[in-house]
C-alpha cells in the first residue's frame, strides 16, 4: 500500500515553454503533499508543501511564480514550471504522507527528470 | 546550513559484512529521524525510522541507532546484500510548524561487493 505515482518520469522541453508534472497517491488520500528537488550529486531540497484545498507554501528562495503547485483534491498535487529555463533542469520528487497520520514515514513517487534546451 | 550531515560520501563493504552509516544534526528541534534509499532516477525509498523517545529501532537486517546528547545516528545493515548498493540519506523533522518537512542529508553511497 501506500504507492505515490508521478508523471511523467521524464520530460523534454524547449526553453522558454511549460511543464506540468502530476503526483497521485494511489491507495490513500494525502492532505499534504511535498515536493522536492534534485541536482546531480545533491541531497533532496524541499521546494514547497502542499496543502489540498489551500495555497502551497514555499521554501525560502524557491519563486511561488515559476513553479505553481495546485492540489486540487486528496489524491493530486501538480507541479507546473512555467517558462522553463535549462537552470530548471533538474530531478523532481513528490512525496506524500497519509492523511491523518503523524509518525508515518513519506512515500516519494519516482520522481520526473526534467530536462529544458 | 546543513541542518542533517551525512560526512562520508561513499562507503564500499563486503557482502556478508556490517554496514554502517551515520548521520548527524544540528536542530534540537527534530524529533523524527529516517532512513531512504534510494536508486538512480527513482524516488527514495523508505527503510526505517526512529523516534526521538527512543534510542533504537530493528527491523530485519536494519537497526537505526539515536544518540540524541550527541545528536548522532546511524543505521546498520547485518548482513549487507548487493543488493543494498544505493544511496541512503538521512532525513528528520521537527513536529509542530514544521510537520512534515523533510530535512535530508546529502546522502552516501553504498556499494557492497559479492
Known amino acids: 500500500g501506500a504507492v505515490v505515482s508521478q508523471h511523467p518520469s521524464w520530460v523534454i522541453c524547449k526553453s522558454g515553454t511549460s511543464v506540468k508534472i502530476e503526483c497521485r497517491s494511489l491507495d490513500f488520500q494525502a492532505t499534504t503533499m511535498f515536493w522536492y528537488r534534485q541536482f546531480p550529486k545533491q541531497s533532496l531540497m524541499l521546494m514547497a508543501t502542499s496543502n489540498e484545498g489551500s495555497k502551497a507554501t514555499y521554501e525560502q528562495g524557491v519563486e511561488k511564480d515559476k513553479f505553481l503547485i495546485n492540489h486540487a483534491s486528496l489524491t493530486l498535487s501538480t507541479l507546473t514550471v512555467t517558462s522553463a529555463h535549462p537552470e530548471d533542469s533538474s530531478f523532481y520528487i513528490c512525496?506524500?504522507?497519509?492523511?491523518?497520520?503523524?509518525?508515518?514515514?513519506?512515500?516519494f513517487g519516482n520522481g520526473t527528470r526534467l530536462t529544458v534546451t | 546550513d546543513q541542518q542533517v550531515k551525512q560526512n562520508s560520501p561513499s562507503l564500499s563493504v563486503q557482502e556478508g559484512r556490517i554496514s554502517i552509516l551515520n548521520c548527524d544534526y544540528t536542530n534540537s528541534m527534530f524529533d523524527y529521524f529516517l532512513w531512504y534509499k534510494k536508486y538512480p532516477a527513482e524516488g527514495p525509498t523508505f527503510l526505517i525510522s526512529i523516534s526521538s523517545i527512543k534510542d533504537k529501532n530493528e527491523d530485519g537486517r536494519f537497526t537505526v541507532f539515536l544518540n540524541k546528547s550527541a545528536k548522532h545516528l546511524s543505521l546498520h545493515i547485518v548482513p549487507s546484500q548487493p543488493g543494498d548498493s544505493a544511496v541512503y540519506f538521512c532525513a528528520a523533522y521537527a513536529g509542530g510548524t514544521s510537520y512534515g518537512k523533510l530535512t535530508f542529508g546529502q546522502g552516501t553511497i553504498l556499494t557492497v561487493h559479492p
Open positions: 512525496s506524500a504522507r497519509v492523511k491523518g497520520s503523524y509518525n508515518s514515514p513519506l512515500h
